[in-house]
């Protein structure tokens, strides 16, 4: 069965404390990884796919890693607001329909 | 453009009650989907549809319908709301079939009393 699983649930940092966000999934076959972001109230917001083991993304303060079993999402001098939750997905290479698995996420503050 | 858009953000019904979420997208895409998100269960997929005219299941659909009958609308419906659909509904597009991502809106949240 495919599977998404983020680890912590959650985590807090001081502000300029770097870290690692977790996600390990089981999937027949990957076709892409994507992270989002997600504020109270709001809907995820996309911010990297990855799609083969030893592929990388940034996007400011933030770095996505990609290995044949997990992701990483790793957090360079965070500031508060870092402060969000976020999710890990995956599409598997036998879904034409986009279908995404996700895990639970990982909620992040950051404390000044 | 306005992406994905939401109609209502709010709303409390009643046990029994019925109800049609709207979700609209402006972005020209073929598939769509409606998810619910619960506290400690994560995003989980209701219904989709790859194109205008059709749908199907994802893995919650029990006490849920849908309908596309325009490419740019996907609706949902409650015929009979139930407490167990007090949940935070988000509707996402995505413009093909490869691995590419969804663009969600911003969410209604739903309570059934």
């Known amino acids: 069965e495919d599977q998404v699983t983020q680890s912590p649930e959650a985590l807090r940092l001081q502000e300029g404390e770097s870290s690692s966000l977790n996600c390990s999934y089981t999937v027949s076959g990957l076709r892409g990884l994507f992270w989002y972001r997600q504020d109270p109230g709001k809907g995820p917001e996309f911010l990297f796919t990855?799609?083969?083991a030893g592929e990388e993304k940034e996007k400011e303060r933030l770095k996505a890693t990609l290995t044949k079993k997990e992701s990483f999402l790793h957090i360079t001098a965070p500031k508060p607001e870092d402060s969000a939750t976020y999710l890990c997905?995956?599409?598997?290479?036998?879904?034409?329909?986009?279908?995404?698995?996700f895990g639970q996420g990982t909620t992040l503050q950051v404390k000044p | 453009n306005a992406g994905v858009t939401q109609t209502p953000k709010f709303r409390v019904l009643k046990t029994g009650q019925s109800m049609t979420l709207l979700c609209a997208q402006d972005m020209n895409h073929e598939y769509m989907y409606w998810y619910r998100q619960d506290p400690g269960m994560g995003l989980r997929l209701i219904h989709y549809?790859?194109?205008?005219?059709?749908?199907a299941k994802g893995e919650v659909p029990d006490g849920y319908n849908v309908s596309r009958l325009k490419k740019q609308n996907f609706l949902l419906g409650l015929e009979s709301a139930a407490p167990s659909q007090t949940s935070v509904y988000f509707c996402?597009?995505?413009?093909?079939?490869?691995?590419?991502?969804?663009?969600f809106g911003p969410g209604t949240r739903l309570t059934v009393t």
């Open positions: 990855l799609y083969s």
């Open positions: 997905a995956v599409q598997a290479r036998s879904s034409n329909t986009g279908k995404l698995i």
């Open positions: 549809s790859v194109g205008e005219g059709t749908t």
């Open positions: 996402a597009s995505k413009g093909t079939s490869g691995p590419y991502e969804q663009y």
